[in-house]
């Protein structure tokens, strides 16, 4: 009751809409019936694979105000007879399942207005023994319909028909007086002909779709489809330009090819949605040889932006466009313009790769001009003049002179008009300008930031600033830089780090923070509760399921009126689920016996070790009593999902917390699992052994039961809770996650995963299996098992920290490939690969070495690395011995030691690419080499030792100062690829 309440219905107060999508339901969660209090319910439980559709019904017909029900994607079969006593239900949409036939008791919904049916397998409707009287909108579409009868939906206004089996429309259609929308895209059996000659008779139909239908040429009797007002023909196989032409009513036309532009314009001249239009829908217009645009332009009234693109002239109509705001002028070769100065209404002028010989005149007597941007123009403009232009609010140019920006010092009538300078350097007179109030980075990508950041200090106004995004900043110097700028109000900062400093609650100048985290930083936040303190609103953090609870802390300590600096940081962790911070925090709240004496306990949230009964049982046995209001408690347990009213509630008055992991400490501390303590190893490798066995999963869970767990088997329980398919060994492995893992560790599962993650490699989903309290290895141990790849897979690994690396990986299967992606150093993986059984090692990153032990690996048979941002690969001490791999691939890297590649007795392929090299001297030593490339490196010439390289069949040495004289002169035997081309020898 208290989840539903806090967040469900929360957030179907104003629009009634009830998200119940992906929550793996099987009925509808607890506290349901709250719903029942709003006056429109919209249900929604699509996506709920194994949900009970004739009890979810019955639990539906307890809401009076239901009106719309969606059920997609729930592999529904039938539908449910009880569907009926929903006799309110406007709208239903039953799309993406599995049902075969349509039950005729779906008539008995009468007030049904939306019926959506899409992509299931029904090849014809029932006989309805009475009409549906108010059914307006109908949705077939992905369904292998043959035939169907439309007569028991006399009211239907829009029918959508895509991807069927029907060859023939239903006569019955041209019953349906009030059809105005009427779509049958991708039906590639449809007649046409047939089709065109029937719809005629649909004297009300409008818009007409057929996208992708077997249009193979023009069907005569399109042109009896004289009351369209609409057509869609894209992805059709003809061009019926002729036929399309003669329809007068057609307003709106979406085709493949462009139309004619005098047609096209009247088309849509009367059409007040019209405000722009692309080229791209128009054919080339030419009058006298010149690329322009047809006189009836002028009649675009509604028009309000204009965009001329590689045109030759303008038409003076132009100037009878009196909407028009925003005119674009792009790589135009115009001789000269007409006078444009009667355009009064312009707001907006960009020049941009132009031929101008002189710049237009017209455009410094535009009254209502708020911005102009001048690029790539021949055309010098007079930037005196330009200040001048009275309403003229932003300036954007690539070439400004010192002369130009002294034009721009003063105000003009009271104001400053913006200069946004897109050149690189930036004049040096640019940063004295009192009119720059905002500033981004970003801009100026190729600009040094600090020496940049050093100049922005002067200017006088500024008061945004938006750092880089693509190369950001140490947060920790971005907070250095913001503080020697005082007058500055706002900032947008770009993160890569999950830890968010505490000195950002220094910067009280600011109004407003900004931040965002790049792509690449998809762990949660780490926001230090300090920051709880910040004026509400100064902290604004972008909307990502990371941080979700984050905003909700600061929405509810705002609008609450939580105060006090150590209330409101307490109120901050607890709805911000800053478990691991609480238990940092928080006292201990059990005696030294475990005992809770005398203690009132209030309840808040959901535990999820146990059920509220047991738990009620687990603290009567500790002397304390469980209280129903938070008034007469003297401690709160925090469960999950603690409600804002409870949070709000204990802000007046100082109560003891017990955490629920404060509770599952204290409980292994009295009865410490055998897993837990050093001599459970023996009994972590047989749970090992039964997950590499087929069909002994379940067993392996029984032992972790009686066991309980370390990170190993957290990790197991995890990667089988999410990932197994059987409903039974989730519920167990669900069932023992939540017993044994913190309330951080499932919070982080529960803004990790996605249910697309099941069809994904594991390097889409790394921030899920990074967690300090699991062992990841573990977890893609327990994965693999899941996806069947018990011998010779893949693993992807990407940006795994160091100190996520275990010896776990020694109980992973025989690889056939581990591929390894990461921007910082991976020096414990390294060293701990030789533990893993693999047969090809893929790495980038900015390796400095590869470890002697990782080459002598005896499974591997090939390397390639792509050393990416490292100065220099040394290769270290190698034994040939003790070398089994035969390609070696090495990319982008200074290879420092050339020589020490000598070792390698026994490749057969090797490629050395962007190496640095100067010399190939280290081949002559590899008589099984059959391909080598040694492309964009320095060599001058090739050793002459290679010719004892008698099996080398391809070479590659593009990109360096080699002839293909110097490899002729090398008379090798069996080569026959040079430079990827055919070698035909020359001795």
């Given amino acids: ?64 105000h239901i009106q719309a029900l969606s059920m997609v994607a729930t592999n529904m079969e039938e539908i449910p007879a009880d569907i009926t006593r929903l ?16 039950p005729a008791s779906i008539g008995h919904l009468r007030q049904l207005k939306v019926l959506k049916l899409n992509d299931n397998k029904l090849d014809e409707l029932p006989v309805l023994k009475h009409p549906m009287p108010f059914l307006e909108e109908l949705h077939l579409s992905g369904n292998p319909l043959e035939a169907i009868d439309l007569t028991p939906f006399p009211a239907l206004k829009k029918l959508y028909l895509c991807k069927t089996a029907l060859s023939n429309l239903p006569v019955s259609i041209t019953r349906l007086a009030q059809l105005e929308i009427l779509v049958l895209d991708n039906n590639e059996q449809l007649n046409i002909e047939d089709t065109c000659w029937l719809l005629a008779g649909c004297r009300s139909l409008r818009r007409l779709s057929m996208r992708k239908c077997a249009i193979n040429k023009a069907p005569e009797s399109i042109r009896l489809l004289r009351q369209l007002i609409a057509i869609d023909l894209r992805k059709s196989r003809y061009e019926p330009i002729p036929d399309i032409l003669k329809m007068t009513e057609m307003t709106e036309i979406d085709c493949d090819w462009p139309l004619p532009a005098p047609f096209y314009f009247n088309m849509i001249k009367d059409r007040a949605d019209t405000r722009s239009f692309s ?60 006078d444009l100065s009667s355009l009064q209404g312009l707001e907006e002028v960009t020049i941009s790769g132009t031929g101008f010989t002189a710049f237009p005149e017209f455009i410094y ?134 830890q968010v400093p505490a000195s950002l609650a220094d910067l009280s100048h600011l109004e407003h923070i900004y931040l965002h985290w790049n792509e690449s930083c998809q762990a949660i936040p780490d926001l230090p509760p300090l920051l709880a303190n910040t004026r509400p609103g100064q902290l604004v953090l ?115 917390l017990v955490l629920e992991d404060h509770l599952k400490e204290q409980l292994q501390k009295e009865d410490t699992p055998f897993l837990l303590g050093t001599e459970g190893e023996a009994l972590i490798s047989q749970v090992t052994r039964l997950l590499k066995t087929d069909n002994s999963l379940m067993l392996a869970l029984q032992i972790i039961r009686g066991g309980g767990a370390n990170p190993i088997v957290l990790g197991y329980l995890a990667a089988i809770y999410l990932f197994y398919y059987e409903e039974d060994m989730v519920a ?43 062992d990841m290895f573990a977890f893609l141990l327990a994965f693999m098992k899941i996806r069947g790849a018990h011998t010779l897979g893949n693993l992807w690994l990407k940006d795994i920290p160091d100190t996520a690396v275990t010896d776990s990986i020694r109980d992973l299967y025989p690889m056939n490939m581990v591929c390894i992606e990461s921007r910082g150093s991976i020096t414990q993986l390294l060293a701990r690969l030789p533990l893993l059984h693999v047969e090809r090692l893929v790495i980038e990153a900015p390796l400095d070495t590869l470890p002697p032990d990782v080459w002598h690996i005896p499974t591997l048979r090939g390397i390639k690395l792509v050393l990416k941002g490292s100065s220099g690969f040394t290769i270290p001490p190698l034994e040939s011995a003790h070398m089994a791999f035969s390609r070696l691939q090495v990319e982008n890297g200074h290879i420092i030691n050339p020589e020490g590649l000598a070792a390698c007795t026994q490749l057969k ?79």
């Fill in 279 to 338: 080229l791209t829908k128009i054919l080339p217009y030419q009058e006298d040889g010149v690329r322009t645009l047809p006189a009836n332009v002028g009649a675009l009234q509604h028009l309000d932006a204009l965009t001329c693109a590689d045109l030759q002239r303008l038409p003076a109509a132009i100037n009878h466009l009196k909407r028009l705001k925003s005119l674009a002028f792009i790589n135009g070769k115009y001789d000269s313009l007409p």
């Fill in 365 to 498: 007597q535009l009254p209502a001009l708020k911005t102009l941007t001048i690029e790539r123009c021949m055309a010098r403009p007079d930037y005196r003049r330009i200040a001048r232009i009275p309403t003229l609010e932003k300036l954007t140019a690539d070439d400004m002179t010192a002369a130009d920006l002294q034009n721009f010092m003063q105000p003009v009538e009271g104001r400053y008009i913006e200069v946004v300078l897109t050149t690189t350097p930036l004049p040096d007179a640019f940063y004295d300008l009192p009119c720059i109030t905002m500033f981004d980075l970003n801009e100026h990508e190729d600009t040094e930031v600090e020496p940049l950041l050093a100049k922005l200090c002067r200017l006088p106004n500024l008061h945004t600033l938006i750092f880089n995004k693509v190369r950001p900043l140490p947060v920790g110097d971005c907070i250095r830089w913001l503080r020697q700028f005082p007058r500055l109000k706002a900032v947008t900062l770009y993160l890569e780090e999950q």
């Fill in 1 to 64: 009751m208290d989840y539903f309440e806090t967040h469900i219905m929360k957030a179907a107060q104003e629009t009634g809409y009830v998200d119940l999508q992906q929550k793996r339901l099987t009925t509808l969660p607890p506290g349901y019936e709250a719903a029942a209090r709003l006056s429109y319910v919209h249900i929604d439980v699509s996506s709920n694979q194994r949900l009970q559709h004739e009890k979810v019904i019955g639990q539906l017909a307890s809401i009076p």
């Fill in 732 to 774: 167990e492995a669900k069932g023992l996650f939540r017993k044994f893992a913190s309330a951080d560790l499932q919070y982080h599962i529960e803004v990790h995963w996605k249910e697309a993650y099941r069809y994904k490699r594991e390097d889409a989903f790394t921030s899920l299996y990074l967690h300090p309290e699991m």
């Fill in 542 to 656: 972008e909307k990502t399921p990371f941080t979700a609870a984050y905003l909700h802390a600061f929405e509810v300590l705002n609008t609450r009126g939580i105060t006090g600096t150590g209330t409101r940081e307490l109120a901050f962790c607890l709805l911000a689920r800053r478990y691991d911070t609480l238990r940092k925090m928080l006292p201990w709240p059990f005696t030294p016996d475990g005992q809770l004496p005398g203690a009132q306990v209030y309840i808040a949230g959901e535990p999820t070790m146990c059920t509220r009964k047991e738990l009620k049982e687990i603290l009567l046995q500790r002397g304390a009593t469980v209280t129903r209001a938070v008034a007469e408690a003297t401690h709160i347990f925090v469960g999950r999902n603690i409600s804002a009213t409870v949070i709000a509630q204990l802000s007046g008055r100082l109560l003891h």
């Fill in 909 to 987: 392929e090797c490629l050395i690419i962007d190496g640095n090299l100067s010399t190939a001297d280290f081949a002559t030593g590899m008589p099984l080499l059959e391909t080598l490339d040694l492309s964009n490196n320095h060599i001058a010439a090739l050793p002459a030792g290679l010719t004892q390289c008698t099996q080398l069949s391809s070479l590659n040495i593009a990109g360096n100062s080699v002839t293909e004289e110097a490899v002729d002169a090398l008379k090798l035997p069996k080569l026959h690829t040079l430079n990827y081309s055919p070698y035909k020898q020359k001795y």
């Fill in 87 to 102: 006799s309110g239900l406007e709208y239903l949409d039953l799309s993406d399942n599995k049902l075969i036939e349509l």
